[in-house]
């Protein structure tokens, strides 16, 4: 069975661009997470999504959206990037929203940004 | 919300020793504990997880325990080898585990010398 899968996974910006960061769960997980890693420290939630609503959201600022799709498939959009944004993206998928429901993460997408 | 320390940032043991990481969490309410194991230019991944109505859990050289009382859980890998060498990290639920967000720990990164 296919994991977490992302796109693209790697990408290079300059600051005050946009980006749109994607994420398929696994099949029939319902719920997607998406979480910033910056190097050296562990994973800061972003947002949850589930059933396509957004279910949660971590301290971060309004650059930050996010949209999950019918097909449970999720996007993480981030405007006005500056250079802290550098970081690699994970998205997590999980069967249903309850933090005790096992987090399963793909590969991650790391962003630069010039 | 749900602070995790994690111990130590670095481990380094010979091929074959035992390997033990703690972390600590505030919420009295967390009630599943998931490890990750992160690998260079990878997504974590799940290795072990534990939820509160059990002291300890196994699967071959891995091991996890959990001490509610004291609010502290641990990692134990035995019988290490240099394929084990990467990135660890713990992680606790936001307090009301309805919602998906987890909170980790700094990480260890531990090195299998062979």
């Known amino acids: 069975d296919a994991g977490v899968t992302q796109s693209p996974t790697h990408l290079i910006k300059t600051r005050g661009q946009q980006v749109t960061l994607r994420c398929s769960p696994i099949s029939g997980h319902k719920s997607v997470s998406w979480y910033q890693q910056v190097l050296g420290q562990g994973p800061q939630f972003i947002f949850q999504y589930y059933e396509k609503e957004e279910r949660g959201r971590g301290n971060f600022p309004d650059r930050f959206s996010a949209r999950q799709f019918p097909n449970y498939s999720s996007e993480l959009n981030v405007n006005a990037l500056l250079l802290g944004d550098s970081a690699l993206y994970l998205c997590a998928s999980s069967f249903d929203r309850g933090a005790s429901h096992t987090q399963y993460f793909g590969p991650g997408t790391r962003l630069t940004v010039l | 919300g749900e602070n995790v320390e994690q111990h130590p940032s670095t481990l380094s043991v010979q091929e074959g020793d035992s390997a033990v990481i703690k972390c600590t969490y505030s919420?009295?309410?967390?009630?599943?504990f998931p490890w990750y194991k992160q690998e260079l230019g990878k997504g974590p991944q799940l290795i072990i997880d534990i939820r509160s109505n059990v002291g300890e859990k196994k699967d071959q050289r891995i091991a996890v325990t959990l001490n509610k009382t004291a609010k502290h859980f641990s990692l134990h890998i035995t019988e290490t080898q240099p394929e084990d060498s990467a990135v660890y990290f713990c992680?606790?639920?936001?307090?009301?585990?309805?919602?998906?967000?987890?909170?980790f720990g700094r990480g260890t990164q531990l090195t299998v010398w062979p």
């Open positions: 919420d009295s309410a967390s009630n599943y």
């Open positions: 992680a606790a639920p936001h307090r009301g585990s309805t919602l998906g967000r987890l909170y």
